[in-house]
């Protein structure tokens, strides 16, 4: 599956109830070529109460056949609540629920179409993991041989292989994991929901997990919503990303676009590191933050407004010291250093600016170019922030 790197966004209306909130826009929910698909599950303009406390509001999510969606976001924001009302196992305050073009949106989860993995394997430990696999489709009165041939056609699936008597306490958490998906799509159903599946397992078993959930859901094709907190494992898997913040949906975007062009402070800064300068705008294409005057790119902010400057740690350029003199450079900006931290493949290192502004900035650089520099703290740099790589905000509190 692929999309156009730029997407052109289509938006959905916003509802009445979420007019009257200035910060909740319309949200992106298609991209590319796909806008003209027919969605194989559609989530409209979902609220979620409990209680007083609003834990959804003006959900609106398009998911297209085949696709992997990633619901990412902080501790709280509601995507597990999210992924649950789309199983059926919570109930939504109002909104619909349309899947393969039915509404499933009342009906409970035995009579809905998907498979679901949780964090917690969620095994029976007194059944062997062909049994545990087995289970549904025992009870969905499969004949007895055609179940084997099943179970031994999963277990091949998620690499299990040989592994079907043994018990989950025999299996690593990782081993177990994959019994669960296994039993998630033992039924073949139409959609694949996962509960931070990796979230329980050790780093190295996690990465690799990942890369096998992602081959294997693009093997199967099966139309995939993954909710994750954390932002690496979404920018590895998802096909498109939906970025979440205290129960509302942020962002959606493909992984690329997110982390490229984020539309709010607020993602720009839970999707990877960003480094923000508070300023004023002293013209169309110019912020001035202190005693600095940094080119930008153009910008619809009235002169004066405040506004924050974004860039990425890894645009931000450390220059010769000669270069310090190079007035046909743009942004070239004395700093100190302040932090070294090697992160093996190279460091990042973090930068007092000289002037009245003192910002702390954030630079990562390769190991070859880092070694180049005396990277001693106190040491006088150059950087330099690239005005194509800087975008420009509204000044309001960052949230992460
Ligand atoms: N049954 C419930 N009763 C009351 N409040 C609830 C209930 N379930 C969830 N909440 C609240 O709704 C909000 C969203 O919860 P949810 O579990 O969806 O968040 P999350 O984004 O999945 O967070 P986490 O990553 O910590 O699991 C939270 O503030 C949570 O406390």
Do not use: W
């Not at 990633?70 to 995507?79: A, D, F, R, Y």
């Not at 649950?84 to 009342?106: F, H, N, P, W, Y």
């Not at 690593?172 to 329980?200: I, K, M």
């Amino acid at each position: 599956m692929t999309y156009s790197p730029d997407p052109p966004a289509t938006a959905r209306p916003v509802s009445s109830a979420s007019s009257s909130a200035s910060v909740r826009m319309p949200v992106a929910h298609t991209e590319g070529d796909r806008a003209l698909e027919t969605p194989y599950l559609q989530i409209e303009n979902v609220h979620k109460r409990f209680g007083s406390f609003v834990a959804l509001r003006d959900i609106y999510l398009d998911v297209y056949p085949g696709e992997f969606v990633c619901l990412l976001g902080p501790s709280g924001c509601g995507k597990t609540t999210l992924l649950r009302i789309i199983a059926g196992l919570e109930q939504q305050t109002s909104g619909r629920v349309i899947q393969a073009g039915r509404d499933v949106s009342s009906l409970p989860p035995a009579k809905r179409d998907f498979g679901i993995v949780f964090q917690s394997y969620a095994l029976f430990p007194n059944l062997t993991a062909a049994q545990n696999i087995a289970y549904g489709l025992q009870n969905a009165k499969m004949p007895k041989a055609q179940i084997d041939a099943r179970v031994a056609e999963l277990l091949e699936t998620v690499g299990l292989a040989g592994f079907g008597a043994k018990y989950p306490a025999q299996l690593s958490g990782g081993q177990q994991q994959r019994v669960a998906l296994a039993r998630a799509l033992a039924l073949s159903p139409g959609l694949l929901l996962l509960d931070e599946p990796l979230s329980a397992l050790d780093a190295q078993v996690r990465v690799r997990l990942r890369t096998e959930i992602a081959q294997l859901q693009k093997r199967l094709g099966i139309t995939t919503i993954m909710v994750t907190h954390d932002q690496a494992e979404a920018l590895a898997m998802a096909d498109r990303a939906v970025v979440m913040d205290k129960g509302y949906i942020a962002q959606v975007g493909t992984p690329h676009s997110i982390y490229q062009r984020p539309t709010t402070p607020f993602v720009a800064n839970f999707i990877g590191v960003m480094n923000f300068l508070r300023g004023v705008v002293a013209s169309s294409g110019q912020v001035r933050c202190g005693n600095l005057l940094l080119d930008a790119p153009r910008n619809e902010f009235d002169m004066n407004t405040p506004v924050q400057i974004a860039i990425r740690p890894e645009n931000v350029k450390i220059l010769p010291q000669q270069d310090a003199f190079d007035s046909s450079l743009p942004n070239v900006i004395a700093a100190e250093l302040e932090e070294v931290e090697f992160l093996g493949s190279g460091y990042r290192i973090g930068m007092r600016l000289e002037g009245d502004a003192k910002d702390l900035i954030t630079s990562e650089l390769p190991a070859d170019a880092a070694e180049l520099l005396d990277l001693q703290v106190g040491a006088a740099l150059v950087a330099q922030l690239p005005p194509d790589c800087i975008q420009v905000f509204a000044q309001e509190p960052v949230r992460a």
